[in-house]
């Protein structure tokens, strides 16, 4: 068996990065780096990251926290943005409610719920967050019940995803009735 460098090399990597610097525009790649931040960052350091200037990075980052896309934090200085994970929800939600039906949303909520009440009776707890993972000695212990929480985790998320997607069918692209 071969080893696997999970790290491309670096002319692949610039490769990728030439290319999505000619495709996309100064808006495209603060909207994908603002995407893709995990934590509060500048304006500067998502304009560093996309290619563009400080300004150019600020006015973008600016109609993305107006959009609800990104979040502006202006307690401090410099203001500090991140990504509005709620919005890819919705957009995830949004996604559902034009794929699927309200019987096969519902029909898979209550396989989610099937499998969610597993969890609960397995682990004695009604929330995810409950369970402790490193109260056991055994390394592969721990990891298959990191494994195990983090699939409730992710049932308990498709759940609510499955909901936003019935509520938005059900009251015409609106998550609240008219």
Known sequence: MTDIDPTPPPEDVEEVRTRWHDDADTFDRVYDVVLGITEPTSHAEIAEIADCSPNAAKKHVERLAEMGIARADRS??????????????????????????????????????????????????????????????????????????????????????YELARRLIQNDGHLLPA
């Open 76 to 161: 401090g200085r410099p203001v500090r943005y991140e990504r509005n994970d709620g919005y890819l929800e919705w957009q995830e939600a949004s996604r559902l409610a034009e794929e699927l039906t309200v019987e096969e949303i519902v029909d898979r909520v209550e396989r989610l719920e099937e499998r969610r009440g597993e969890f609960e009776d397995r682990f004695g707890a009604t929330d995810p967050t409950a369970v402790s993972v490193f109260d056991l000695d055994d390394h592969d212990a721990i990891h298959e019940r990191m494994e195990a929480v983090g699939e409730w985790q992710s049932i308990d998320r498709d759940v609510r995803l």
